[in-house]
Each structure stands twice: as C-alpha cells, then as structure tokens.
C-alpha cells in the first residue's frame, strides 16, 4: 500500500503566502513525479504543478511567478509553496504522485485533499 499524507493549508489573507507539504510512504520502488492538484467548487479538477524525476516542473499558467514546488532530497516528499495568493487559489488541494510498486506495477496516487481558502 503506498499513502499520501497532505499537510499545510488552512485560511490566509490575499496576498498572503501558505505551504503545502505531502509525503509518500509504504511500498514504493519508484516514484516518477509528484504534484499538486486542486478543485475548487463546482469545477474540475486542475493541475497546479508537478516536478518529475529528472527535476522538470511544470506549473499551470494561473500560478507561474507566484508558487514554487519543490521535493526533498529523498525524492519522497514535495512542497508547495503559494505566494501572493489570491481569492481564486481557494479550493482543495490534492497531492499526487506516480509510484512503481514493483518494477512493472505503477499507479497514480492522490492524498486526501487540503483546504486553502484565500479570503480577508
């Protein structure tokens, strides 16, 4: 079983910042990336960045300049960290990640959402 264990979130003020932090555990081979998601109300869900094995990151054009994702140097763990946010980053933030469990069995995991709700 491989976990996903979200933390971080809660209320800021725009223009404030917040970090999100997720970590993998239990039985992983591999993990080839890891990312953030959210879902705010009534949408989709929409990619917010990710950072893969090799260290490409890609963020969604709404976020660029403002959050930055990062892993530790385990690979296991990945940080979010929103800057100069504003009333339409509030949503559920969602980690997710690309694991192997075998060298041949791999699946798309996500965490238990965590909510970031931008508001004065």
């Known amino acids: 079983q491989v976990q996903l264990v979200e933390s971080g979130g809660g209320l800021v003020q725009p223009g404030g910042s917040l970090g999100l932090s997720c970590k993998a555990s239990g039985n992983i081979f591999a993990i080839i990336a890891m990312g953030w998601y959210r879902q705010a109300p009534e949408n989709e869900r929409e990619l917010v960045a990710t950072i893969n094995r090799g260290g490409s990151i890609n963020y969604a054009d709404s976020v660029k300049g403002r959050f930055t994702i990062s892993r530790d140097n385990l690979g296991n763990a990945v940080h979010l960290q929103m800057n100069s946010l504003k009333p339409e980053d509030t949503a559920v933030y969602f980690c997710?990640?690309?694991?192997?469990?075998?060298?041949?069995?791999?699946?798309?995991?996500w965490g238990q959402g965590t909510q970031v709700t931008v508001s004065s």
């Open positions: 997710s990640a690309y694991i192997y469990t075998s060298n041949t069995e791999w699946d798309n995991y």
